[in-house]
């Protein structure tokens, strides 16, 4: 025999093989997992498994679902109490002096969402919202004479934007929703005025603050604040010297 | 099942004729080529599994384990030897009706010849003819030069040869 034969020969050895069967249970020995898995992926327990696996993620993604459906709801909606937990915690995450402000802006959002309801005529909505409208107004006025004076100039904006808003409201539906906002610009302006008072102003701020003073005087709180506003901001208030 | 089971598993299929022909050609038995396979396997995972993955030539770790195993089997095989004869169940030699029929009375007469040459030989022959390891992975399992290999190939061939010839 050759030595090509030979190593010809020696190949054909290579049909020495493992019994199959013999083969695939030693695996399954060594390796239990590998076709239990294989076959208990539609088990209950593998699929309790998988719910176990995804619970953090999927929470994750259904609060923060709720959250986004809730921030469209207005007071009376199903899903409102969700939204009034998170302008709670906004409260309650805020600072003293800031919590006049975001009772401010909550009251302006209760405005808006006042607008989107006599639009769509959703009558039911109506009175809830009024009312959380008049609670913020109340918290903001109680709020106020914890307020530092530094921080009374920030609320004339938002007063101001408020004021529209009530008016553009009152006039679609008709009706006064309240002299919150009266009673808010009321000591607002007597705040800023008597601050105002302890400061030394030029000629054409001191023209201002008087003619503030006798708007607050008169009642009319929103032309006192345009007045103060107007007295805060040197560019303005320089623009308007000039004319 | 963990990625560790997916890659031993995939392991195991490459590998699992190898190891076996190897260590069959050695015991010349096919159960206790079957139980020493198993356990070669097994070895292999436990390592496998507390290394995390980290063995870099599986190949030639299964065959250095196989290695082991069936010099452990022999030193026990001998060591059964001092037992009174009529308590020893003698181990099978030769092949199953199986697999005698699997292969041509050449090729037989080539495993017989197989069987008689030295160990170091019918090892070497079985990887470089057989599993078609190249010579370097021969030379790392056997830690020696690529060239003491082919040396070794040469003078197993030859004598495989002598004893084909003499069988």
Known sequence: MTEKDLIKQLQELKEIKPNKDWALLTKRQILP??????????????????????????????????????????????????????????????????????????????????????????????????????????????????????????????????????????????????????????????????????????????????????????????????????????????????? | MSQLQKQFGKIYDKYIEKIYRFVFLKVNSREIAEDLTAEVFTRGWESFHDNKCDIKNPQAFLYQIARNLIVDHYREKSQRQVVPVENVTLPERGASLEEQAILTSDVWTVKAALENINEDYREIIVWYYLDELSVPEIAKILNKSEDAVRVQIHRAIQALKGEVGGV
Request: aromatic letters at 8%.
């Open chain 1, 33 to 243: 997992r590998e076709e239990s898995v294989r076959h208990s992926v539609f088990n209950t327990f593998a699929v309790f498994q998988w719910k176990l696996a995804f619970a953090p993620v999927v929470s994750v993604f259904v609060v923060i679902g709720l959250f986004g459906f809730a921030n469209t709801t207005v007071p009376g909606d199903f899903l409102f109490p969700i939204k009034k937990a998170a302008e709670i915690t906004q409260v309650g995450l805020s600072s003293s002096a800031e919590k006049t402000g975001v009772h401010l802006k909550l009251a302006n959002r209760r405005l808006e969402e006042l607008s989107g309801i006599a639009e769509v005529n959703k009558v039911r909505s109506l009175a809830p919202t009024i009312k959380e409208f008049q609670d913020n107004m109340t918290e903001a006025v109680n709020g106020l004479s914890s307020m530092d004076s530094a921080t009374f100039k920030e609320l004339v904006v938002e007063t101001q934007k408020l004021e529209e808003n009530k008016q553009r409201v009152e006039s679609v539906l008709g009706v006064q929703i309240g002299g919150e906002t009266e009673e808010f610009e009321n000591q607002l302006v007597g705040y800023l005025i008597a601050d105002l008072e302890t400061r030394t102003l030029g000629e054409d701020e001191q023209k201002l603050l008087a003619e503030a003073k006798d708007y607050y005087a008169a009642g009319d709180y929103t032309l006192a604040l345009e007045k103060i506003w107007i007295l805060s901001n040197p560019s303005v208030s320089s623009g308007q010297a000039n004319k």
